[in-house]
Each structure stands twice: as C-alpha cells, then as structure tokens.
C-alpha cells in the first residue's frame, strides 16, 4: 500500500483505456460507466453492471472532460444521455462505497474510531490505515502520524466518516491490515481523485 491513501502501481492486473486521457492504466485508477436500457449513461461503481463497460480516470477533471467533450457518445457509437452534474453523482457513490467499506471493516473488529483508540492501535502497531476527517482540526490531526508503511486517508469530512461508525461525526480513525483495508484505500483513492484538486498534495505528517 502506498502513503496518501495511494494505492501502489499494480501492472498484474486488469488494464483499461480511459476515454478523456487515452492513458492505459490498472482498473484501480478508473471508474466503470455503462449504458442503460434508456441511453443514459450510468457510474458502476461496484463493476457489476451488464453492458460494455466506458472507463474514465478517477479525476474530476477527465470526468468533466469527457461530459464536455460527448465523449461517452463517441465510445458508445451511439447518442447518448449523460446528466451534467455526472461527477457530483460519482462523488457521492464513491463517498457511500467507502463509508459502507469502513463501517463492514468496523464490524469485523478491523477499524477503531477516536483519538484514543486510534493512538493505541498506532502504538501497538495494530493499525495500516490512519483516517483523518478533511474538516477536523489540523492541531489535532497533526498529533498522529501515518503508520509506517502505510496509508493515510484524509478526505472524507467528519460527518461521513461518523457514518461509519453509527456516530455524529468522527475526527480519527483506523484500520488493521487485512480484510477490507486494501478495498477501502483503493475506492479511496478514487473519491480523492474527484475531491481533490490535480498537484494539490494534502498535508500529512509522517506521510
């Protein structure tokens, strides 16, 4: 796993062709679109849905690009319906994918919540995954550092990350290796891909 939440370059693996860039990449760094019955093209975030598949980068950017520039039509090869607020929709599928991930990890006993919990397991090791709302105090969240060899995440705010947890908000959280963590960091890597801006690097001690 890399640092930054950054999942490590997998050349193993499924490779698709991102239709805004034209870059070849593993699946990881893309979202999956499909075209539905009525031509509306659709975010398959889960990849499961039937129908060829369009990739994009996981990028505001390309997603906007490919939204102005008719490219879903164009690999299609056929007229196609595509909503104008196409990010914010996968933004938010993304957000509920990885609050959904973190909560399963939560109740397999893989992920702790609270400033406390999270600097025992940090302590002890126990932990691969440091998760620091992006609207907490940065005074506070600079108390902890990434986990060595490990991964930060920091772009969820505190009211989602609560989600997870059955709370009004959470500040800090974490993650054991194992079990869903590797699914976590990636789908995170794609939100951070739609929420933060290209060449802006979150501040990150330890990172």
Partial sequence: MGRGGQPKDRTDGPQRKCIATGEV???????????????QVVPDILERLPGRGIWVSASKDALE????K?????????AVTVADDLP???ERLLVRRVVDLISLARKSGHAVAGYEKVKDWLAKDEADVLIQASDGSERGKSKLSTPYGGSWIGWLTADELGQAFGRESTIHAALA?????QRVVDEAAKLKGLRVSAGQTPRRKGS
């Fill in 177 to 181: 290796a194992g079990g869903l963590c």
């Fill in 88 to 90: 914010l929709q996968v």
């Fill in 65 to 68: 690009l490919a939204v102005k």
């Fill in 70 to 78: 008719g490219l879903f039509a164009r690999s299609a090869k056929q």
């Fill in 25 to 39: 990449r593993s699946k990881q760094g893309l979202i999956r679109f499909v075209v539905g019955p009525d031509a």
